[in-house]
Nanobody
Framework: QLQASGGGLVQPGGSLRLSCTAY????????MSWFRQAPGKERDFVAI????????YYADSVKERFTISRDNAKNTVYLQMNSLKPNDTAVYHC??????????????????WGRGTQVTVSS
C-alpha cells in the first residue's frame, strides 16, 4: 500500500512538501506519480517520475512550481509544491505505475493507489 502525508492548510504563495511511502512492495520497480482530485471534479494528473529517478513529466498547470523526486532506498516519493494557488486545493494521491509504461498523464498501468492527503490553499 501507499501512505501519503504532508498535506495541510497553507496561504496562497506558500509551500508544502508531500511524502508518499510504500509498504509491501518495492517502488524501485515502478514509475511513481501524483494525482489530485478537487471537490466535484475528476482526478487530474500532476507529475510522474521514472523508476530510476532520471526523468520527470509534469502537468502544465504545475510546471516550474512543483518538483517530484524519489528516494528508492526509503521507498518514498516526494512532491515539493511552491507558489501554491487556491486552485491547487485538492486531495493529493500517489500511485505506482508499472515500469513497462512510459511517462505521461494516462492512468493505464497503475498497480497501487494511495488514499491521499488533503491540501488546502486559502487565506
Amino acid at each position: 500500500q501507499l501512505q501519503a502525508s504532508g498535506g495541510g492548510l497553507v496561504q496562497p504563495g506558500g509551500s508544502l512538501r508531500l511524502s508518499c511511502t510504500a509498504y509491501g512492495f518495492t517502488t524501485g520497480s515502478y514509475h511513481m506519480s501524483w494525482f489530485r482530485q478537487a471537490p466535484g471534479k475528476e482526478r487530474d494528473f500532476v507529475a510522474i517520475i521514472k523508476w530510476s529517478g532520471e526523468s520527470t513529466y509534469y502537468a502544465d498547470s504545475v510546471k516550474e512550481r512543483f518538483t517530484i523526486s524519489r528516494d528508492n532506498a526509503k521507498n518514498t516519493v516526494y512532491l515539493q509544491m511552491n507558489s501554491l494557488k487556491p486552485n491547487d486545493t485538492a486531495v493529493y494521491h500517489c500511485a505506482a505505475r508499472r515500469a513497462r509504461y512510459g511517462l505521461g498523464p494516462s492512468t493505464i498501468g497503475y498497480d497501487y493507489w494511495g488514499r491521499g492527503t488533503q491540501v488546502t490553499v486559502s487565506s
